[in-house]
């Protein structure tokens, strides 16, 4: 096993590296995949480090549900307990609004598990969580503002990769490189691999709404006038999501902020009053649904997941 050890680099043979870092494992990427795949090797002894971007797990609407075999999971590495100390709703089923009333699609109480209910906590306090249990171990080491930018290849192995801090550039040399940096992965571009999309031909729209005292708990959805909602249940404020067809928001743009809190007030009629809280396009993020896979997933030294 490789010892997680730092050294210097040499400027003259590395291009200006400040240092070079050796550990077992490299993983890029701090979402749900990359930092319960460190958690468990941290557990298992594998020396792993563990790299995010961003300063923080800190995300506008990351997706915030935790199902049932991810609690499963939790209970088996003995973490279920804590977890569920942190500020969480459960949902045992989903009931949809439509211009024919209502009906329940979903009804997670009938599922064969200990944990019959989709637990709703924010992304960034999951990872916290997940993060600071990895760091428990002397093997595990986390590194924040770790933009990676190229792929240390040496004989058709990837050795490693190289990453730029605010305090320069890095190097970590790694018997095994994951990359798990999500839908628009760079490591994925950087090894090479073509991705075939299979996406739904829609976008959503994301954006905070007051919440009252007296709502309830949870999520809801509605359906209708050919237009799709759903409202999550962030404690302090409904997080938004507004189904839109794929690439039709510039024109919906174009006609207006007001235009976006119109149509959405005659799918919710409830939700009408709170919508003057939407003032500007910039309190509205677009997220681009996208669904892909690659045929193939790993090179020598190298695998992608999540």
């Given at each position: ?6 050294e ?6 590395t ?34 480090t ?13 997706g ?21 100390e ?56 986390l ?8 792929l ?31 839908r ?5 571009r950087?090894?090479?691999f ?24 949870g ?14 249940d ?22 207006g ?12 009629p ?30 020598p ?6």
């Open positions: 096993m490789a010892d997680m050890a730092t210097r680099a040499n400027p003259q043979v291009g200006g590296m400040r240092d070079v870092t050796r550990t077992t494992c490299c993983v890029v990427g701090g979402g749900p995949a990359g930092a319960v795949l460190s958690l468990l090797l941290a557990r298992k002894g594998v020396d792993v563990l790299l995010e971007a961003h300063p923080d797990f800190d995300r506008e609407f990351r915030d549900t935790i199902h049932p075999s991810v609690m499963e999971i939790m209970e088996q590495l003995g973490l279920v307990g804590r977890l569920l942190l500020r969480h709703t459960e949902i045992s089923s989903a009931t949809v609004q439509t211009e024919a009333g209502p009906f329940r699609p979903l009804d997670f109480s009938r599922l064969d598990t200990k944990y019959p209910y989709i637990t709703m906590m924010p992304q960034k306090d999951f990872l916290e969580f997940i993060t600071g249990e990895a760091k428990r171990y002397p093997n595990f080491r590194v924040m503002e770790a933009r990676v930018r190229e240390v290849e040496e004989d058709g192995v990837i050795r490693g990769v190289r990453y730029e801090a605010e305090d320069g550039w890095h190097e970590v040399r790694a018997v095994l490189t994951v990359g798990a940096d999500g628009g992965s760079r490591m994925r950087l090894a090479g073509e991705p075939i999309k299979t996406s739904p031909p829609m976008d959503v729209l994301w954006f905070k709404l007051p919440r009252k005292p007296e709502d309830p708990e999520a809801m959805g509605f359906v209708g006038r050919g237009h799709i909602a759903i409202l999550l962030r404690f302090d404020y409904w997080q938004a999501g507004y189904v839109i067809p794929k690439g039709t928001f510039p024109e919906l743009r174009h006609e902020i007001e235009s976006l809190r119109r149509s959405f007030a005659e799918l919710i409830e939700f009408a009053d709170r919508l003057e809280r939407l003032e500007d396009w910039k309190q509205v993020s677009l997220l681009s649904v996208e669904s892909s896979r690659c045929p193939r997933w790993y090179r030294g190298l695998s992608l997941i999540g």
